[in-house]
């Protein structure tokens, strides 16, 4: 059973409610929207007999929130401010024939998708990408995501994946921690990825170099930090080739595939 719209509250109520509940004043909700004291007054005495609850209470010349009004309040802040999101959205879509709402990895979305966007949007005028961040699973639909970047297995409910790309690991460093000879110096610190614990003892050991040193070193939990980290001279880093296309610190030239089977796919929410 749906509600009929006259059951249904007004939006100025709304409106009305959220401002002297946020205020804690019927007055300074009334300047901030240009209204009478009594016109907030009444609207919100309408509200309550349309729910039929008491939504405010008088103690000592102010008002505060009852407990439902304390309930009700963030289900009425949600509804507005994604109002306000669809209003500023259906706004910057004017002269617009498509949009494309795009989900990445924070440091992929900087450093490798960025510096391709102009040539997409230079192919298909007219359509306006939001690109949002995000590092974990979550559901597309309900984001309002279209496509999402992601790194690890290609398993992720209700879409479709898509390999793009398997991952290269180079170590790198600034100029400063390699000889002249282009090798590491043997006493420049390792800079590690808290999520990536065991990457460096991999390496190490694929090149047949001494893993003991492995898990010494400094951490950092994005690769843009881990990135900034190396081009300051902190020590060396791996990094995956295509966060570092845009100008790298100094590379070194041996790699190594991901053991583990990552990958980077793009998934696209099922229709």
């Not at 065991?198 to 694929?206: F, I, K, R, T, V």
């Not at 190396?230 to 190594?256: K, N, Q, V």
């Amino acid at each position: 059973m749906k509600l009929s719209r006259s059951q249904m509250p007004d939006l100025s109520a709304l409106q009305a409610f959220e401002a002297a509940a946020r205020h804690g004043s019927f007055t300074r909700a009334a300047v901030e929207l240009n209204l009478t004291q009594s016109a907030v007054s009444r609207q919100i005495k309408d509200l309550e007999g349309q729910l039929g609850i008491a939504l405010f209470e008088r103690v000592r010349q102010r008002i505060v929130l009852s407990s439902a009004g304390e309930r009700l309040r963030p289900e009425i802040e949600s509804l507005l401010a994604g109002l306000e999101h669809l209003t500023l959205r259906a706004a910057s879509s004017r002269d617009v024939t498509g949009h494309l709402a795009v989900s990445t990895l924070p440091t992929f979305g900087s450093r490798w998708l960025m510096p391709r966007l102009p040539q997409f949007l230079a192919q298909h005028p007219g359509v306006q990408v939001s690109l949002l961040s995000r590092t974990g699973h979550f559901d597309l639909g309900q984001a309002g995501v279209d496509v999402a970047i992601h790194y690890g297995k290609p398993a992720w409910p209700g879409a479709t994946c898509r390999y793009l790309c398997a991952e290269t690991v180079l170590p790198v460093a600034a100029p400063t921690l390699i000889d002249t000879d282009g090798a590491f110096l043997p006493d420049a610190p390792l800079l590690h990825m808290e999520p990536r614990p065991l990457q460096w003892p991999e390496w190490l050991s694929a090149n047949g170099q001494d893993i003991g040193r492995g898990f010494q070193g400094h951490r950092f939990d994005q690769f843009s930090l881990l990135i900034e980290a190396a081009t300051a001279g902190m020590g060396i880093a791996l990094l995956p080739s295509y966060l570092i296309e845009r100008g790298p610190p100094r590379s070194f030239a041996d790699h190594l595939r991901s053991a583990a089977g990552d990958r980077c796919s793009l998934l696209r929410r099922h229709s």
